[in-house]
């Protein structure tokens, strides 16, 4: 392998991109297997916020490892976005066993990474 590294991480995206309703219950089913929790931000091309948002969720995929973030575009996949109940863009969602935990409307950085802290945190609490 060339380079320190980093070149390939930047070429690998650590967030998985929902591209049909089968991928999402792939995903979704796969990350309740194994206990994972899962982001989820619902975005739009079309939408400057939540195109905006895309190099911080991208952050926040390197920097929680053990959580599986997915970018679902609502104009691709209505049916997953209409699932969900999302109405504006972009959305955040924060699931685990399949299950909706939390859910954060607009293009906040500081309250998505207080909703995935506060999670985490709850989820260690529970283990002790």
């Not at 980093?6 to 089968?22: P, Y």
């Not at 599986?68 to 699932?83: C, G, M, N, R």
């Amino acid at each position: 392998m060339q380079g320190n590294g980093n070149e390939a991480q930047l070429m690998k995206s650590r967030v998985a991109r929902v591209n049909s309703e089968k991928s999402w219950d792939l995903f979704i089913t796969k990350a309740t297997n194994q206990g994972c929790p899962v982001v989820v931000h619902f975005t739009a091309a079309w939408c400057m916020p939540s195109v905006a948002m895309n190099h911080f969720f991208e952050e926040l995929a390197s920097t929680y490892q053990d959580i599986l973030f997915l970018s679902v575009d609502v104009d691709e996949v209505k049916v997953v976005a209409s699932k969900m109940e999302i109405k504006a863009m972009p959305t955040f969602i924060l699931m685990k066993e399949g299950a909706l935990v939390d859910k954060l409307v607009g293009a906040n950085p500081q309250a998505i990474r207080k909703m995935i802290n506060g999670f985490i945190h709850s989820v260690r609490l529970h283990k002790n």
